[in-house]
C-alpha cells in the first residue's frame, strides 16, 4: 500500500510522562523518509496545539503547532462551531480554559447559569467539582466531555484517572449520560484529522495504544489499524480486544511493517 498520511497517536505511543517511548524517533524518521504526512491526534485536552509542539521539541522533535490535533482542540472548535453564544461551564484544566477564552466562548463560573456543561480532565477534581457540575446539568441544556479516556499511562506504565472518568462521575450524581463525547473516536475528530491531512482515508493509516479509541478511529474512517503494545494495551489483552487492529507492534520502530503491509 502507497500510504500518504498517518494518524500518530502521542501519550504512550510517543511518549509515557515525560519521556520518549523506546523506538519513537526511530518510527517516526522511517514515516518522514517515506514521505509520509504525519498528524499528530491525542485524546490528552489540557494543551494547546502550541503547547504540545513545543513540549513535542523539548522531546527532540521539530513538530509545528498545524500537526498536532488534541480533543481541547476538537472541542473548541466544535462549541465555536455549535454553541458559540451560549454560557459554558467547564470542569477541566486551565489548560482547556485558555483555549476556550482564545476563541472568545462565553465561560460562566455560576453552574445555575450554565447552558453547556463540558467536562474533562482536571487534577484538581474535587467534591465542590462534583456538587457543582450536579448543580449545573440540572438547568444546563448540552453536557459534553472532551474524550472518552478513562486512563491514560503514566510515565512508569501505571494508568492514571483520564476525561472519561470525571465525566462518568459527574453524569452519574446528575443521572444524566453525555449529548457528546468529543476526541478520538468521535466523528468530529475524525473529520477535522482527514481535512487536515488531505487525503483520501484508505491512503492513511492511525497508530496508537487504545483500541477503544485509535483503532475505533481508523475502523470508522476506513483506515488501515496499528496497535502499539507501548502504551495502555499490552499483550495478554490481544485475544479479548472488542476492536481488532489490521497491525501489532511493539512500539513505532515496528513501524515498516505497517508500511509493508505485513501482519
Same mark, same amino acid.
Given at each position: %500500500? =502507497?500510504?500518504?498520511?498517518?494518524?500518530?497517536?502521542?501519550?504512550?505511543?510517543?511518549?509515557?510522562g515525560?519521556?520518549?517511548?523506546?523506538?519513537?524517533?526511530?518510527?517516526?524518521a522511517?514515516?518522514?523518509?517515506?514521505g509520509i504526512?504525519v498528524?499528530?491526534?491525542?485524546?490528552?485536552?489540557?494543551r494547546?496545539?502550541?503547547?504540545?509542539?513545543?513540549?513535542?521539541?523539548? #522531546?527532540?522533535?521539530?513538530?509545528?503547532?498545524?500537526?498536532?490535533l488534541?480533543?481541547?482542540? *476538537?472541542?473548541?472548535?466544535?462549541?465555536?462551531?455549535?454553541?458559540? =453564544?451560549?454560557?459554558?461551564?467547564?470542569?477541566?484544566?486551565?489548560?482547556l480554559?485558555?483555549?476556550?477564552?482564545?476563541?472568545?466562548?462565553?465561560?460562566?463560573?455560576?453552574?445555575?447559569?450554565?447552558?453547556?456543561?463540558?467536562?474533562?480532565?482536571?487534577?484538581?477534581?474535587?467534591?465542590?467539582?462534583?456538587?457543582?457540575? @450536579?448543580?449545573? #446539568?440540572?438547568?444546563?441544556?448540552?453536557?459534553?466531555?472532551?474524550?472518552?479516556? @478513562?486512563?491514560?499511562?503514566?510515565?512508569?506504565?501505571?494508568?492514571?484517572?483520564?476525561?472519561?472518568?470525571?465525566?462518568?462521575? *459527574?453524569?452519574?450524581?446528575?443521572?444524566?449520560?453525555?449529548d457528546?463525547? #468529543?476526541?478520538?473516536?468521535?466523528?468530529e475528530?475524525?473529520?477535522?484529522?482527514?481535512?487536515?491531512?488531505?487525503?483520501?482515508p484508505?491512503?492513511?493509516?492511525?497508530?496508537?495504544?487504545?483500541?477503544?479509541?485509535?483503532?475505533?478511529?481508523?475502523?470508522?474512517?476506513? %483506515?488501515?489499524?496499528?496497535?502499539?503494545?507501548?502504551?495502555?494495551?499490552?499483550?495478554?489483552?490481544?485475544?479479548?480486544?472488542?476492536?481488532?487492529?489490521?497491525?501489532?507492534?511493539?512500539?513505532?520502530?515496528? *513501524?515498516?511493517?505497517?508500511?509493508?503491509? =505485513?501482519?
Amino acid at each position: %500500500m =502507497d500510504y500518504r498520511g498517518a494518524l500518530v497517536d502521542l501519550d504512550g505511543t510517543v511518549y509515557r510522562g515525560g519521556h520518549l517511548v523506546p523506538g519513537a524517533i526511530d518510527g517516526l524518521a522511517t514515516l518522514r523518509e517515506r514521505g509520509i504526512d504525519v498528524l499528530f491526534v491525542t485524546n490528552n485536552p489540557t494543551r494547546s496545539p502550541a503547547s504540545y509542539a513545543s513540549r513535542l521539541g523539548d #522531546l527532540g522533535l521539530d513538530v509545528s503547532p498545524e500537526r498536532v490535533l488534541s480533543a481541547g482542540a *476538537v472541542t473548541t472548535s466544535y462549541l465555536a462551531e455549535h454553541h458559540a =453564544d451560549e454560557r459554558v461551564f467547564l470542569i477541566g484544566s486551565d489548560g482547556l480554559r485558555e483555549q476556550l477564552r482564545e476563541r472568545d466562548l462565553r465561560l460562566t463560573d455560576d453552574p445555575e447559569r450554565a447552558d453547556v456543561v463540558v467536562t474533562s480532565h482536571h487534577y484538581g477534581f474535587d467534591y465542590d467539582d462534583l456538587a457543582e457540575g @450536579l448543580w449545573a #446539568l440540572r438547568s444546563a441544556e448540552t453536557f459534553i466531555g472532551t474524550d472518552p479516556d @478513562l486512563t491514560y499511562p503514566d510515565a512508569d506504565g501505571r494508568d492514571l484517572p483520564g476525561s472519561g472518568a470525571i465525566t462518568r462521575a *459527574v453524569g452519574s450524581v446528575a443521572r444524566r449520560e453525555p449529548d457528546h463525547v #468529543l476526541g478520538k473516536p468521535s466523528r468530529e475528530t475524525l473529520d477535522l484529522a482527514l481535512d487536515r491531512l488531505d487525503h483520501p482515508p484508505e491512503r492513511c493509516f492511525v497508530v496508537g495504544d487504545r483500541p477503544d479509541t485509535d483503532v475505533a478511529l481508523g475502523r470508522r474512517g476506513g %483506515m488501515t489499524t496499528a496497535l502499539v503494545l507501548s502504551g495502555s494495551t499490552r499483550r495478554e489483552h490481544l485475544p479479548t480486544l472488542s476492536h481488532r487492529p489490521d497491525h501489532v507492534i511493539d512500539d513505532l520502530s515496528e *513501524v515498516e511493517t505497517v508500511l509493508k503491509g =505485513d501482519v
